[in-house]
């Protein structure tokens, strides 16, 4: 029972580390402290994570590089340990300090040199050749997850349950890395990325277009755009545009600002205008709010929705008792379905006699019409048929009169 207990909190801790890893990798554009954005290359302290379909204009240097499949980089990639995925494209050299992972289909146009083993996949070009101090093998990597996994299988079958608490260990002492989520683009002029932005303690070069962002202690050269934005201690040498915008402990701003509600602090400072449609508010300390405004409006309407929603519910249920009471005592009453079809039966009926009409039914407006002009037209002739057959009566009687005097004459 103890061994069925130890597998499955280490089940549990494996199942941690896994959301983690997906809410830190992929839901953030995370950059650690100390990392410099040069003018060809993004130089990190530590790891570096890049997701896939991303297209990067700087090189790479750091500790451990790992990129994502179908992503491209722009410039050198530098690392004690490397590893790239599928399809990836390279435009520089790639020197590895220790062992590296090269997946197939990947273009590499500079050249490969690696220090320690080597293990590289199918159909991968190298432009400018290579060079591997250590073990070549050649075959598909596996993901970094899928091999853990593995191993941790292997690990439980062998009984070595203190190894895989120790594997744990080893995976919690990865750091603060530079993370870029998939589908982002960073580059001499733009960071855009659909996920939340957080720098600490950096050196940073482009224009920013997030979804929310938070910097502390940066020196920015470029805009900055998004929704939610927090700005602590930093230096902006552009212009602040979101909704609800923080700017606290002395941050300098060398351009407008321009949202729709902006909190300042006495000790901060802005060059150029200062827009907000629902105010600005500059008081001696704020407190940074776990939420945005937006976000408490938009709980409060959900709030209010169900509220509403349940009290419907609740007059729906009282009105069908009050029917069901009145039918009980003896008084006609109709549901609201029988009212509903009387109501659709009438429509069609209507429906159907505005159709006859349009065709020329039975009782068309066009047709009594034509009866009534045939009526008086029969009659108009009849009445010509009869006046002249008066006229011809009249005439025959004048001419035996005229007869009967020039006889007499005679």
């Not at 083993?117 to 432009?127: A, Y």
Request: net charge positive; with cysteine.
């Amino acid at each position: 029972m103890e061994e069925i207990r130890d597998i499955s909190e280490i089940e549990d801790k494996m199942d941690e580390v896994k959301d983690e890893e997906k809410e830190f990798a992929y839901n953030k554009l995370i950059i650690p402290p100390n990392t410099k954005f040069e003018e060809r290359n993004i130089v990190v302290e530590k790891d570096i994570v890049v997701g896939a379909g991303c297209n990067i204009g700087y090189g790479l240097m750091g500790r451990k590089v790992i990129v994502g499949e179908k992503t491209t980089v722009g410039g050198d990639v530098v690392g004690d340990e490397i590893r790239l995925d599928s399809w990836n494209t390279v435009k520089g050299n790639v020197i590895c300090k220790g062992d590296a992972y090269i997946g197939e289909f990947t273009t590499i146009e500079g050249r490969l040199t690696v220090f320690g083993d080597l293990e590289i996949g199918r159909n991968v070009k190298l432009k400018s050749g290579f060079e591997a101090k250590g073990l070549i093998t050649i075959q598909d990597p596996l993901p970094v997850l899928i091999f853990l996994f593995l191993y941790l299988l292997e690990l439980l079958r062998l009984g070595r349950l203190e190894d895989a608490e120790k594997l744990f260990e080893v995976v919690d002492e990865i750091e603060s890395p530079l993370v870029i989520p998939e589908n982002s683009n960073v580059n001499l002029e733009v960071i855009q990325s659909n996920s939340d932005f957080e720098a600490i303690g950096s050196r940073i070069l482009g224009n920013i277009r997030v979804k929310n962002l938070k910097a502390e202690g940066c020196e920015i050269f470029g805009s900055i755009r998004a929704k939610k934005i927090s700005v602590d201690g930093c230096r902006v040498h552009g212009s602040i545009e979101g909704t609800d915008i923080y700017l606290i402990n002395g941050s300098e701003v060398y351009g407008a600002v321009k949202g729709e509600r902006i909190f300042m602090e006495d000790n901060c400072s802005v060059e150029s205008s200062i827009i907000g449609k629902s105010g600005v508010w500059i008081k001696r300390q704020i407190e940074l709010p776990d939420r945005s405004i937006t976000q408490i409006l938009e709980d409060a309407e959900r709030k209010a929705r169900e509220v509403v929603g349940k009290i419907a519910k609740v007059e729906v249920v009282e009105g069908e008792s009050e029917r069901k009471s009145v039918g009980e005592t003896g008084e006609s009453w109709e549901s609201d379905e029988t009212k509903f079809e009387k109501a659709k039966v009438k429509r069609k009926r209507s429906k159907a006699k505005r159709a006859k009409r349009k065709r020329g039914g039975t009782g068309s407006r066009r047709k009594k019409r034509k009866r009534r002009k045939s009526k008086v037209r029969r009659s108009r002739k009849v009445k010509d048929k009869k006046k002249k057959k008066e006229k011809k009566g009249s005439g025959e009687k004048k001419g035996e009169k005229t007869k009967t005097k020039g006889k007499t004459k005679k």
